[in-house]
C-alpha cells in the first residue's frame, strides 16, 4: 500500500482568492460547496459552543426540510473519531493528525470564531470545529440550497441561507501542462505549468514503471513557483532504481480536495547527476518563548552546496527579505519574528558550485504559544465627567496588544466587558463610559485587564469608583389605553418595573375638557406595581385627558406620558393585546389576555404578509383567549391583529400587529 504523500499546499493568495469567492473565511455567511461525495455546507465562523447550529436543505424549488444540528464537541476522543469518519471522504488531501487535533482543541478553548486557524484539510477542520455540515444524501443533477439557525436554547437568534449549489462538484481549475524534467542517478525532478490559476490549490503525483501495470500515487517531494499569474509546479521523486524508466501524471486540486483535469502522462528515467539537491522537507513552527519561529529541513545530499539563505515575508506573493545566510551543513534556524499570531512564509535558497537554485516550496508559521500572563494595568482611576465616566491607567510592559475595561456589576457580584479593545499605544490610557445603563445617583466600580500578543488577558488591575456626570431621570410611562368598565373607565400602561429597578410608583393627571390645566388625581402616587388607573367620577358628554409620570426613589420625575383623550358617552372599547405568538409542531399558536367587557360577544383573528391587506381567517367567542393557525407555510412572516365586536356586530379597532416566520 501507498503511503499517504506530504501535500504542500500552494499559494496563500490561491486559497485566499478560493476562500473569498465562496465569501465565508472572513464572515458568517453560510456557503454550500460541492464536493466528489457530497455537499460540504459552511455555517458560519462562530466555533458552536453554548449553542448549536440548525440545518435545513431544499432540493430544487421545494421548501427547505430539517437535515441536522452541528455543535462543537472538545473531548479528545470525539475529535479522533470524527477524524476517521471525515477523513476517508475527503483522502485527496492530509489526513489531521494529533497535534493538528490538540492544536484545535487548545484554538477553540481560546477563540470564538475560526477566522485565524488554518490546517491542511481545511473542509474536515471546519466538520471537527462544528462550523461546516456535510450533506451525502444528494443526486447528481441536480441543485440544493440551505438554511443555517444559530439556536442557543430555544431561542432563534438568527437564520441564514446559503448560495444554490449544483451537484456533482466542478472545479475551474485548468488543465497542467508538462514543462521539462531533470533526469538523476538517484531522482528525477519534474516540472508542470498551470496558467490561470483557478481554484488550484495543490496537486497529487501518480507513477507507474514504464507500460507496466497500474499507476500508484506516490510519496514525491513536492513545491512550486510563480510567474505573474502562472503557476510552476515541482515534484521530485526520489524513490526511483537505477536505471529505470517511468511514466507521470499529475492531479490538481482545490481547497475541498475536489480534482481538476489530469495532466498528460510523461516519461522520464534516472540518468545524470544532480545540479542542486532535492529538499526532503521543509518545515517551519511556532516556537515555545520569545516570538520564536523554528525552521528546519533535510537535503538528501549536501556535499556541493556553498551555502543556505533563508528568506522571510508577512505576505505570500511579495516582500521577502533574506534574514540568513547559513552553512551547509546546518539543519534548522531560529527566526524571531516582530508580532506573534501573525502568518510570516518562509523558503529557502540553495547557493551551489553552478549558481543558485530557484525558490523552495513556501511554508507558513507563526509564533502563538503561550507564555507568561501579562501583568495587570497599574495607577488606575475614575473620575465623574459631564454624560459619564472616565477610567484611565498606565502600561509599561512590552508586547501588549491592548486593554478591556470592565464595569462591576453588584446584581451578578461580577464584572462585565464595557469597551471593545484598546490599542496600546502609549504609556497612558484612558476609556470615557457614556452607557445609558448608568444612573445618576449610583456609584460604579471599574478594572482594567492587558492582553498580550498572544491573547493572553492579565488579572483585573485595582478597581476605581466614581459616579456620571449626569443628572438621573426615569423614563415616561408607554403605551396608555382605556377600557370601559360598569362605573367608569379604568387606565392602563405598560409595567416599568423591569426597564426602572429604583421605580418608586406613578402619577396620573386628568383635564376636562376646556380646563387650562392638569390637576393631579386622588391617591398622589401609586405603587410601582399599580400600572393601571380607575376612574369613576367622569360626567356623561364630557371629554377627559389623561397624563402620567414615573418617579423613582430618588425624587427624580419622568417627563409625562403622551396624552390620552376619552369622552365618556362614547361605546369605546380597547382591543386586547396579542400577548404571544409562537411555533409550536402543528402551526402559529397566538394568544391574547381574557375578555371581561359584557357587551363584547366576539373576537375576529386578521392575518396578513409583508405588503398585503388584512383579512379575516377566524371569528371566535368572546370567552376564547387563544387560537391556532394551522394553515401557515414553512419560511413566510405572518402578522397577526385581533378585533372584537358587540351584540350588534358593531366591531371596534383592531389591536397592534405581531409578526412571526413559520
Known sequence: MQKRPYVHFLLSSILLSVVCTASFA????????????????????????????????????????????????????????????????????????????????????????????????????????????????????????YRVIKMTGNTRVWERTSNTVHYPSETNIPKPQFKNNEEFDTHIILRWFVAGQGSLNSFLIYRRVFGKGEYHRINATRGFSMSQDTVFLIAADTSVQNPALYEYFIKPLDIYGNSGPESEVISAGTIGNASFPVLEFFKAGGGEKDHQVELSWKFNEADYLRSIE???????????????????????FTDIVPVANENYWYYLVINGPTGSSLPSAKVPAMFRNIGERPLPPSETGAESIRGGIRIYWSYYEPFAKGFYVYRYLYDNAEFEQVSGLIPAIAEI??????????????????????????????????????????????????????????????????????????????????????????????????RSDRNYYRDSTLVAGKTYTFIVSAIDFYGNESERSVPLSYTSDEEYFMPPEILRAVNTAEGILISWGQITDENIVSVKIYRSQTGGQPSVIATLQKDSEEFLDKSVSSGELYIYEISMSDEGNMEYGKSRGVSIRR
Open 26 to 145: 472572513q464572515g458568517n455567511e453560510p456557503t454550500a460547496v460541492g464536493t466528489e461525495k457530497g455537499i460540504w455546507v459552511y455555517l458560519g465562523n462562530e466555533i458552536p459552543t453554548g449553542f448549536q447550529y440548525q440545518i435545513l436543505k431544499k432540493e430544487g424549488s421545494g421548501n427547505f426540510s430539517p437535515m441536522g444540528t452541528s455543535v462543537y464537541r472538545e473531548d479528545a476522543g470525539v475529535l479522533k473519531t470524527k477524524t476517521e469518519e471525515y477523513f476517508p471522504l475527503f483522502d485527496n488531501l492530509d489526513k489531521p493528525g494529533d497535534d493538528e487535533l490538540s492544536f484545535i482543541r487548545q484554538y477553540a478553548v481560546r477563540n470564538k470564531t475560526t477566522d485565524s486557524v488554518y490546517i491542511p484539510n481545511f473542509p474536515v477542520m471546519h466538520l471537527l470545529f462544528g462550523t461546516a455540515f456535510l450533506d451525502l444524501e444528494v443526486s447528481g443533477g441536480k441543485t440544493y440550497q
Open 310 to 332: 533563508v528568506f522571510r515575508s508577512n505576505s505570500f506573493d511579495s516582500g521577502y527579505v533574506r534574514i540568513a545566510r547559513l552553512s551547509p551543513k546546518d539543519t534548522s
Open 429 to 526: 490610557y484612558s476609556f470615557t463610559d457614556t452607557s445609558k445603563y448608568l444612573q445618576g445617583n449610583e456609584v460604579y466600580r471599574y478594572a482594567v485587564r492587558a492582553v498580550n500578543d498572544v491573547d493572553q488577558l492579565s488579572d483585573f488591575s485595582e478597581t476605581a469608583s466614581a459616579s456620571p456626570g449626569k443628572k438621573a431621570t426615569v423614563s415616561s410611562p408607554m403605551n396608555l389605553r382605556i377600557s370601559r368598565t360598569d362605573n367608569g373607565i379604568i387606565l392602563v400602561w405598560d409595567d416599568m418595573r423591569e426597564t426602572e429597578p429604583v421605580l418608586l410608583g406613578y402619577k396620573v393627571f386628568r383635564r376636562e375638557e376646556g380646563d387650562t390645566g392638569y390637576s393631579l388625581m386622588p391617591h398622589d402616587t401609586l
